[in-house]
């Protein structure tokens, strides 16, 4: 019996963009977010279609095939504008592709009052397009179930590769605790820690060569990271929320303070949160995982 208190959703799948198991794990993480589907399309070329036909039949997807080669986003984008002014669209619409030519689609959606999420994989998409556009993205290569919940791919290689343009914080965190030790022994008296390697209560000792990267894993702060999840309920490891969607609980709960950038709360957890970009202004904070 279906729970008419849980959220709807509408999901319209890109079949020529995502692979048959990547769009098998959007319906699993689907399920652990408690949606339900009324409705479920997926577009494409015949081939396409019949590759993930498995997958399509197990969830019942409506298959539609495209007119030809190019024709795919159209159709998408007619059937989300007809759902749209038959007013039978839910509130939450997911788009199941990397392609951010979809951008505009899910642009005007959003002006309608409508929750826009996106399912794409690294390699075939612009991950900061898909951010300006989406309220969120999750990247569905990054996904695999295990024990009822999704965690990051075992293999670290592969990940690793995939992430080329999102270095890791931590690295970044260790990089700059290293050269605070070179001026360190310079300058005896230099007693000034950089912010992103600051504690809790700060100490007025000095750092020492070797004690880098025992400084930067100290300021990851377990509790502190489940004050911050506490905060923002549904949170799955290996998913990406907007950092223009998450300030306003955060400041109302009073875990974000003052007028410093919101990004700087996350870097202060670089074994729980990655910033993306890098460099230059901050859009997005992945979840690396969940606090024991």
Known sequence: MKNLASPQLALLIDADNLSPNEVANVFKYLTLKGYQLPIRRAYGGLEKLTGMKDVLREHAVRALVNQ?????????????????????????????SSDADFAPLALRLRESGHRVLCFANHLNSNPHALAIAYDEVVFV??????????????SKDKSANRLIPHQVVKDAVDSKAEKLDSQAAQSPQLSVKHPALAQPKPSLEMPTKGASKATAAQTDDPAAVKLILEVLPGWLANTVKNLNQIGSPLRASGIAKGSK???ELFRKHPSYFKVVPTTGPAKQIKLLKLPV
């Not at 695999?144 to 965690?151: I, K, L, P, R, V």
């Open 261 to 263: 950038p919101l990004h």
């Open 68 to 96: 030809g080669k190019g024709t795919t986003d159209v159709s998408l984008t007619i059937d989300a504008m007809d759902l749209l002014h038959s007013l039978h669209l839910p509130a939450t619409v997911a788009i199941v």
């Open 141 to 154: 290569d990054d996904l695999t179930q295990m024990d009822g919940n999704f965690t990051a791919s075992s």
